[in-house]
């Protein structure tokens, strides 16, 4: 148990020859507080894995230092940091048993055999594997495979924190909801530090207390699921995070009203001070705009409107710009113009892609 | 499924056939041939029956005294080299390295060796081991050490064995190397995460992972080492006295130096047989291990 600080941690593969580095990784500050659950959430690419692996010990950072509690391992092995990790597609060791596989991390560290075994039981309990503990694992499908990989991460119960890759890509989609759940009891029960990488937002938000956010190397929001969707730091958070992603609409911003597309929107609060050569945009969720008769609000035209069964989305244009409302399934939306209202306070502005607090009119 | 008779597609099986006839199944029936005769030169030949086969597999009788203790030869001769080259190219595989520019000239020297003429290794080690101006006999007499393989049979042996290792053994270290470069990093990533020893590595990740191609190298190098001829005929031509005589060598003082046509046609078959029944067991149990990874 140990909450672990990332000091001005970076990484660049090519290594730190001087010039404009190529950072996998841009440099990053950030605790990660013991026993919570956090996800790691962005495109492929983005540097998660390589964020894990500086934690875990398999890359050793390019620059800063990595702290567990007040202990510095940023140097320290793999071996030496009392961390689990488990992997994107299954490592098992064929030639053992199910059983074996599950105790071969705590064998490596000399625990005492009846120790050993009333932990294997218990994790074999846990993620459903009682049945096969004495099964060659070798003949096993992946989503077995992939469940003993679980397992090893989950056994040892003295760790530091567990680390997830992507651990769910080669599961199976029922089965993927119930290991989902399974880990998040497994987490609440173990009361464990623990890191999940995904790059699925669902995965994320029903896994974690708190959500990364990243992109390009860097890490752009760290929140609850509700902060993420209520108040996006950045734009690509506010596109990435939600089932079609935020709107966003290029804007010029003149103190407390946004010019878009020639129409004006009156904002709940001030913005004073943004230089005149930003890039001003305002997001607004689809679910925070509404569609209303022709008249009313904001002027626009309906261009199709998709029926997903729960809910209605209308796509819509506003001069040049495109968005999205959801719309309540016993509401008829009138064919051609409309007219469109933003919720009071869910518009957020974004000068230069960063979210901009106003002040208080 | 209909099966659709159609006699043309023979004509498509042919060119096969006749080659295979001609490379294999008539070269085969010629020795078959003379193994049921005797000759006395002169192309005449007397019907012997299975005289030869008797006699043969009679270790009391001339003939299957100097078969029975060549084959002995050759299987304590395979026995040696299969447990030097084996252990030893999985030691060199792993210590090749696998990324960098000393793969590529690591993988070019390692496969010098098996670049030679086979007759050509056999005169380097002819020379290279003489005592009296070979660079390694010399090298070994000025220690103090009495070295000298064409007079001791100990000498003769080391001499043949340490050629072959030299000359075979990058084969099998070029094998496990392969299959050491399939093992995906996230196995050797989560070893280190599981705390395993470099031991505890080898033994359950990198060992099981070789199995196939350790199979398919102890084959090749049982079945080469089984059969070596060219080799220690060159350095030694089956000396000193028997000494290094194996069955190929003894098959052709049969053949070539005693015209015994009729003998040699019988150890050849056997000879053979028991190299086929080899080459069933492993195929037998390479595909079972097959059959066992699936399952």
Known sequence: MARITLDGIAHAYAGPAGGKKDYALKPLHHVWEAGMAYALLGPSGCGKTTLLNIISGLVIPSEGRLLFDTRDVTRLPTEQRNIAQVFQFPVIYDTMTVAENLAFPLKNRRLPKDVIAARVAEIAAMLDLTRDLNRRARGLTADAKQKISLGRGLVRSDVSAVLFDEPLTVIDPALKWELRSKLKAIHRSLDLLMIYVTHDQVEALTFADRVVVMKDGQVLQVGTPLELFERPAHTFVGYFVGSPGMNLLPARLAVDRALVDGQEIRLDAAYPGIPQNAQVQLGVRPDHVTVTQPGSGLKAKVERIDDLGRVRLARLRLGADLLVATVPVDFAVPEGEVGLRFAPGRVHVYVDERRVEGAAT | ?295
């Open chain 2, 1 to 295: 499924m209909n099966k659709v008779a159609d006699n043309r597609a023979w004509l498509l099986v042919l060119p096969v056939m006749l080659i295979v006839a001609f490379s294999a199944l008539l070269p085969v029936m010629t020795v078959v041939n003379y193994s049921i005769q005797d000759t006395f030169g002169n192309n005449q030949f007397f019907w012997n029956g299975v005289g030869w086969y008797q006699d043969l597999l009679d270790p009391s009788s001339e003939l299957g005294g100097r078969f029975f203790s060549a084959l002995g030869r050759n299987f304590i001769f395979s026995a040696i080299i299969l447990s030097i080259e084996v252990p030893l190219g999985v030691v060199v595989a792993l210590a090749m390295p696998r990324q960098g520019i000393g793969v590529a000239a690591t993988l070019v020297v390692m496969a010098l060796p098996l670049l030679v003429p086979w007759n050509v290794v056999g005169t380097i080690w002819q020379i290279f081991a003489r005592g009296d101006i070979g660079l390694l006999g010399a090298a070994v007499n000025a220690l103090g050490i009495n070295y000298n393989y064409t007079s001791e049979p100990i000498a003769a042996w080391i001499t043949v064995i340490v050629m072959d290792v030299w000359h075979w053994t990058s084969l099998v270290a070029l094998l496990c190397y392969a299959g050491l470069k399939s093992i995906p990093d996230a196995y050797y990533q989560a070893a280190r995460i599981d705390g395993a020893s470099r031991w505890a590595i080898f033994s359950k990740i990198q060992l099981p992972k070789m199995r196939r191609v350790l199979l398919i190298a102890v084959l090749l190098r049982f079945m080469d080492s089984f059969m070596i001829y060219t080799e220690p005929f060159v350095v030694t031509g089956g000396g000193p006295g028997n000494s290094t005589t194996f069955l190929s060598i003894d098959v052709v003082k049969f053949a070539l130096g005693q015209l015994d046509l009729g003998k040699a046609a019988a150890i050849s078959l056997v000879y053979y047989l028991i190299i086929l029944l080899v080459c069933w067991a492993f195929y037998t149990v390479m595909t079972n291990v097959d059959a066992e990874r699936r399952a």
